[in-house]
Every structure is written in C-alpha cells, then in structure tokens.
C-alpha cells in the first residue's frame, strides 16, 4: 500500500494527488455551509450599520458567486502543492505553461471575488431603492440607479487593472503614467461620452426634471423613463422611445410640464356683427356667474377686440395642476356653457350661414 502511495506519476506522488483531492472534495461538500457563514457575518455588518432588508435576499445576490469564490480558492491552493508535470510543459510568447495556467487560475479568481463585490452593490442599492420608495421625493430614486451603475463601472475597472497587474504581471503604474500621458488623446476622443457624463451630473444635482416628468426638449414631447450615465430616455406621447444624449438636454431648452402649478385655457369667441352692445354685455355678465367652475381658479373674460367680420370676446381662465384627462373634463364642460349661454342670448357665430 505504502509503495503505491508513494509511487510517482506526472512528477507527483499519488499520496499527493489524494491529499489534493481530498481537499478540493472537502471544500466542494463544505463550500455551502462555509459560505452561509460569512454571508451570514457580512449581514450581521449591514445589520449593525441599520441597513437591513430580508437576509433570504441578501443570501439570494451574494450566496452563489461566494460559493464559486471559496471552491476555486480551495482548489488553487491545493494545486499549488503539486509540482508542474514536465509533460506538460511548453512557451507561447516566452511565457511557460507553468505560468500561463498559474495567472489563469489567478484571473478567475479575481473574476469571482469582484463578481460578489458587484452583488453587494446590488444589494446595497436593494436596501436604498426601499427605503426611497418610501419618500415622496423620486429623486432619491434616480440617485440611486445612477451611482449603483457609476460604482459598477469604477468596480469593473479596477478589476481590469487588478487582473492587468496579477494576470498580465505588469506594472500598473507604468499603466496609468501612460495614461496620463495619452488623457489628451483620450479625453478628446472620448469628448462627447465624457460631455455626456458631465452633463449627467449636473442633471442630478440640479435636478430640472425627474424620471416621471412630462418633458418637451427639442420639439420631442414626453415622460422621462430613465436617466442614464450617457443618456436620457424619454416615452413620446406616441408611444416611441426616444433617447437624448445628456448633454444636449443640458444645453437645450427644456419645458418641464410636470412642474407647473396651473393649466392654462384660452376659448375665442368670434360673435356676428349683427350682435348688439346689450347681448355682448350680457353675455360676459352670465359668462363670469356661470363659469364659477370649481376647477377653475382664475377667469378672465372681456371683449379682446372689435373687427371687420366679428366682435371678438377672449375667455382666459387657470385650473389647478390636474391631469391632461381632468383638464379635458373642464375645457368640455366650459365649452357647453358657452354654447348654451351663447344659444340662451340667440348671439350668433361670425361666418355662420344666416
């Protein structure tokens, strides 16, 4: 038994090989209950730190990549221990396949560890999304999309330099002093995603709308669905999906229907000429007692002008912030008023065949 254990086979004892085994059989068997137990410790962390959601959702995001984490941790490290077998060994670009499957192993391991690092900003936002939702204010909301998808990215990079630096084996300050070196050239290549990136910013911290905001910026007119780090989609009136680079919704004018705190209503009245001084009278008279919508807050009604064809009578009232279907209701209602008042008085539209 001892001289099979101890014979050798690829440089490696088979001793070697079961210990290996053994080890990577352990960890697959005990990856689940090891990983239970940091999540559970990182969620204790978040608990103390009074940012709790439920733990079967959190065990839900960060559970399986920790699990993919711990069982190649355990298999590299096991690994280790044997010997490289000379078989296999051969150089692609001067590297030796020792090393290549080395770094390999190495890129997947930080792979894993910067897959549950994402999870945890999942999470994080998770928590934050709930507790926004339970303020009336959406721009909590928006802030949060837009910093949960910046962190993302900054957490991508620095996994690429990461694996640039332990994969590659190069140096990254040599990196990023070609970097600064080469920022012109970048910065005027990448002007416009820079720009618009800028731009996304000032949107956030100025606020001049909102995801829910009715909008019309450049002849577009719609409701503002997502504010992206590049752009900002907008559902026309039509039903499309328009998106608008950031920076020019900063540079354009935008008209902010959702922020206004009256609807505005205009109804001309062109009257024959035939109508005389007493029923133009008495119709603003009736029209100011008739017309004391509740809906209307503010009402002006005179007669605007006198032309060759019509006497021109001008109703200009404000309703509150109401809906567009709400607003129809009230401009219907007044416009049945006026025809009835205007059919009460027997006045005649101008242009009306006698």
């Given amino acids: 038994m001892k001289e099979i254990l101890s ?21 697959w068997l005990m990856k689940k209950r090891a990983s239970k137990n940091i999540t559970r410790l990182i969620f204790f962390v978040f608990r103390r730190m009074g940012r709790v959601i439920e733990e079967k959702e959190f065990f839900n995001l960060v559970l399986a990549p920790l699990e993919n984490f711990i069982l190649f941790l355990a298999v590299y490290i096991s690994m280790s221990s044997l010997q490289f077998p000379a078989v296999l060994h051969f150089n692609i670009f001067k590297i030796t396949s020792e090393v290549l499957v080395d770094r390999l192993a190495v890129g997947i391991l930080i792979f894993f560890f910067f897959h549950t690092l994402l999870r945890v900003i999942d999470y994080l936002a998770i928590i934050l999304e709930k507790r926004a939702a339970t303020t009336e204010d959406t721009t909590d909301d928006q802030l949060i999309i837009f910093f949960r998808e910046f962190l993302k990215v900054i957490l991508v990079i620095i996994c690429i330099l990461v694996m640039i630096r332990f994969v590659l084996n190069e140096d990254i300050t040599k990196i990023l002093a070609g970097l600064s070196l080469a920022g012109a050239a970048i910065a005027l290549a990448a ?38 780090l590049r752009s900002t989609r907008i559902r026309t009136n039509d039903t499309t999906y328009v998106s608008i680079p950031n ?27 035939d109508t005389s001084f007493g029923q133009i009278t008495q119709l603003i008279e009736e029209l100011n007692t008739e017309l004391s919508l509740s809906q209307i807050t503010e009402k002006s009604i005179l007669l605007s002008d006198v032309k060759l064809e019509s006497f021109l009578v001008t109703i200009e009232y404000y309703t509150d912030a109401v809906s567009i279907s709400d607003y129809n209701m009230v401009k219907q209602k007044l416009n049945m008023k006026v025809l009835a008042l205007l059919e009460k008085l027997e006045i005649k539209i101008a242009g009306k065949l006698k």
């Fill in 7 to 27: 014979s050798t086979l690829f440089d490696n004892t088979i001793s070697d090989y079961l210990v290996v085994i053994g080890i990577i059989a352990l960890a």
């Fill in 247 to 273: 920076k020019q919704m900063v540079d354009s004018i935008v008209d902010n229907f959702s922020l206004r705190n009256k609807r505005r209503g205009e109804l001309n009245l062109n009257l024959d000429l």
């Fill in 191 to 228: 002007k416009e995603s820079l720009e618009n990136l800028i731009a996304s910013f000032i949107i956030f911290f100025d606020r001049p709308f909102r995801v829910g905001d009715l909008l019309k910026v450049q002849q577009i007119q719609g409701t503002v669905e997502k504010i992206g």
